[in-house]
């Protein structure tokens, strides 16, 4: 998990879409959204936010396993 401070990194906050705060984004190892979610989640709404999304981390993760396969031919 990282933080950041949107008023020092605007352009960081603007890349990745941060329109409230706090904003909670899964990132792929290449810094590319998987999905995010604004707003203060308890933390049974961050368990029901990751677990509501797992299904579309898990493709992102199949999908970069299988361009670096597909990579190392």
Same mark, same amino acid.
């Given at each position: 998990?990282?933080?950041?401070?949107?008023?020092?990194?605007? @352009? #960081?906050?603007?890349?990745?879409?941060?329109?409230?705060?706090?904003t909670m984004?899964? +990132?792929?190892?290449?810094?590319? =959204?998987?999905?995010?979610?604004?707003?203060?989640?308890?933390?049974? @709404? #961050?368990?029901?936010?990751?677990?509501?999304?797992?299904?579309?981390?898990?493709?992102? +993760?199949?999908?970069?396993?299988? =361009?670096?396969?597909?990579?190392?031919?």
């Amino acid at each position: 998990m990282l933080k950041i401070d949107s008023d020092k990194q605007a @352009e #960081l906050a603007e890349h990745y879409g941060v329109s409230s705060l706090p904003t909670m984004a899964v +990132l792929e190892t290449n810094g590319d =959204a998987v999905t995010s979610t604004g707003g203060f989640l308890s933390a049974g @709404e #961050l368990v029901q936010f990751l677990r509501g999304n797992e299904s579309t981390m898990k493709q992102s +993760l199949k999908a970069r396993a299988q =361009a670096r396969t597909k990579d190392r031919r």
